[in-house]
């Protein structure tokens, strides 16, 4: 196994991409890592580097680890490259990629991948010192001035860090593959404005990055839903298990099909709609309700600009809907809970809801769920005068 730290600078970048190409080429298989992470030597400690690696692994994305043991999923060479492969048949052909997003993460990755595929060098945007539209834009205007077709993936908060400050160079991608957490309706609307061009995506390590484009699965990717309705995939890309960890491969991955932690639904059109985790269903008094929808409503109030939903013990209802919204303006707080309860119900509308500065976030752009109930539970301990109604 072959440990590689990259930091998101453009050197580092270019050490992990070397190694990535070798072990698609039948070489060691890579762990890269993000020296940054202070569980980074705790969840390298945790994949056993000097033991054999599982049969047919080329790369191992690991969990961060602060959530819980670190977890390390095993991608071929083979489903690296299906996925890679069908993405550029779903984008209309392999183009220029800007990678804008940590390496070590299945998204970034795959951008060196489907580099890789296409011939090209990708743009490197440095992270080193974390994600600046001014670098994003530096780096895009190198990427667009080569031959296209253009593309780039983000997370949310990246593109919503972008049309904040103008969006001028995101606009010129011919294709953004948007993943990593929920697309807001908001933020969809703010890119439609802007002209840019986002492709929505579904998927995570064990597909080897997004494998459902805008609710449509990707050429040789099968969806179904399960048992209470969870998302199963099925298809090339899917990985081969978890790092020495026999009981939970054999737990997720069943028949040749992987049991995602979603909850999902088919539209009337055909597509799939994720409606959220399945531990993050919150039943509140008998009536479940997705958090992510939540959220959804929370985001449609003018004044939230970021928001985070969770289920915390209560005496009364079982579960209480509990929310952490992010604003730069003064929020009536009022205004806000009345605005879910006409778009959601009674059952939906948080009964607690605590304004920050920043979400905490994990990953590209996920919300810290752990860290959000610690911060609403703390302002319960305190007795905080806006924490509760």
């Known amino acids: 196994m072959r440990v590689i730290r990259s930091d998101g600078s453009v050197e580092s970048v270019a050490e992990l991409t070397r190694a990535v190409l070798d072990a698609l080429d039948g070489g060691p298989a890579v762990l890269p890592l993000d020296p940054r992470n202070p569980a980074a030597d705790s969840v390298r400690a945790a994949m056993r580097p000097d033991e054999p690696v599982e049969p047919g692994t080329a790369v191992i994305i690991t969990t961060s680890g602060s959530t819980g043991r670190p977890k390390g999923t095993l991608l071929s060479a083979r489903a690296l490259l299906a996925s890679a492969h069908a993405t550029h048949a779903r984008l209309g052909g392999p183009g220029r990629w800007l990678l804008a997003t940590p390496p070590g993460y299945i998204g970034g990755l795959q951008v060196l991948v489907r580099s890789h595929l296409a011939g090209t060098t990708p743009g490197v945007v440095d992270l080193s010192r974390g994600f600046r539209p001014e670098a994003f834009d530096e780096a895009a205007r190198e990427v667009l001035s080569s031959p296209g077709p253009h593309y780039t993936a983000l997370v949310p908060t990246q593109l919503s860090r972008l049309l904040d400050a103008g969006g001028a160079q995101v606009a010129r991608f011919d294709a953004i593959v948007l993943g990593g957490a929920a697309y807001p309706d908001e933020l969809r609307r703010r890119a439609e404005r802007a002209g840019v ?22 050429d040789g990717v099968r969806v179904r839903l399960g048992a209470d309705d969870r998302v199963e995939v099925s298809g090339p890309v899917l990985a081969h298990g978890y790092r020495l960890d026999p009981a939970a491969t054999a737990e997720a991955f069943v028949d ?47 004044g939230v600009r970021a928001a985070g939903v969770v289920g915390l013990p209560d005496p009364e209802w079982g579960r209480r809907v509990a929310a952490v919204v992010a604003t730069t303006d003064e929020l009536d707080l009022d205004s806000v809970r009345d605005a879910v309860r006409a778009d959601l119900g009674a059952a939906a509308t948080p009964k607690q809801l605590l304004v920050v500065d920043e979400l905490p976030l994990i990953g590209p752009g996920k919300v810290d769920r752990s860290a959000l109930r610690r911060l609403l539970l703390g302002h319960v301990d305190h007795g905080t005068a806006d924490a509760e109604e």
């Not at 061009?197 to 990707?218: F, K, Q, R």
């Not at 995602?260 to 039943?283: A, E, K, P, Y």
């Open 197 to 218: 061009s986002v492709i929505p995506s579904y998927g995570m390590s064990e597909t080897a990055s997004g494998c459902v484009y805008d609710g449509d699965p990707l």
């Open 256 to 302: 040749g099909w992987f049991r995602t932690s979603d909850v999902g639904r088919w539209t009337d059109d055909g597509r799939l709609q994720v409606l959220g985790r399945l531990d993050d269903m919150i039943n509140t008094g008998g009536v479940k309700v997705p958090a992510r929808q939540v959220e959804d409503a929370l985001l449609r109030h003018p």
